[in-house]
């Protein structure tokens, strides 16, 4: 099983400023077995990027997914009002289980 | 709109079961991949189980397997799972969501549903 530690577990900045997520994989894998969510209070998840650097339906060019091997990042390059929530990655593999990161969380400074 | 909607979540004893029901609208149910996804309060996302549309491939989580019975009825766009032996630690939102294929850049669940609250406690 494919352990996903996902760092840091807080990040606190401003509306504008840049915000680096970092989702490190227990073994390499895949680039796209690589995926990453929003969640914001109350919601259901919210897909965002799909093999580690497509955006997916809808979602703004300030997200941007990258990576591979062990190390991924995703990248907001400047919050918006909105971007403040939880993101996680998961490993969405050939085979289950299909694992989780812990999540970080982008709170306002 | 496509869409997927959860019922049956509700409060039940440990050893206790209840069933969850999912149902989905909005495009071609049976074309699709379908799972479950919980998640515990604050916690986070646990995949729970898979079912493939022809229901020929299904899978489970190691903390549910033997006592969660994932299965879908094409011809009603839904998608159940039965859960029994319920522990306290079952406790949790439950999410019903679709599989999308991405061909060379894989797969994701890229439809949620706003999930149901199941609390396993006497």
């Known amino acids: 099983e494919i352990v996903l530690t996902q760092s840091p577990g807080t990040l606190s900045l401003s509306p504008g400023e840049r915000a680096t997520l970092s989702c490190r994989a227990s073994l390499s894998i895949r680039s796209s077995y690589l995926d990453w969510y929003q969640q914001k209070p109350g919601q259901a998840p919210r897909l965002l990027i799909y093999?580690?650097?497509s955006r997916a339906a809808g979602i703004p060019e300030r997200f941007t997914g990258s990576g591979s091997g062990t190390d991924f990042t995703l990248v907001i390059s400047r919050l918006e009002p909105e971007d403040f929530a939880v993101y996680y990655c998961q490993h969405y593999g050939s085979s289950p289980p299909y694992t989780f990161g812990q999540g970080t969380k982008v709170e306002i400074k | 709109e496509m869409q997927l909607v959860e019922s049956g979540g509700g409060l039940v004893k440990p050893g206790g079961s209840l069933r969850l029901s999912c149902a989905a609208s909005?495009?071609?149910?049976?074309?699709?991949?379908m799972n479950w996804v919980r998640q515990t309060l604050g916690k986070g996302l646990e995949w729970v189980s898979s079912i493939s549309p022809g229901s020929g491939n299904i899978y489970y989580a190691d903390s549910v397997r033997g006592r969660f019975t994932i299965s879908r009825d094409n011809a009603d766009n839904s998608l159940y799972l039965q859960m029994s032996s319920l522990r306290a630690e079952d406790t949790a939102v439950y999410y019903c969501?679709?599989?999308?294929?991405?061909?060379?850049?894989?797969?994701?669940?890229?439809?949620w549903g706003q999930g149901t609250m199941v609390t396993v406690s006497s």
């Open positions: 093999g580690a650097s």
């Open positions: 909005g495009f071609t149910f049976g074309n699709y991949r």
């Open positions: 969501a679709r599989t999308e294929v991405y061909g060379d850049y894989g797969d994701a669940f890229d439809i």
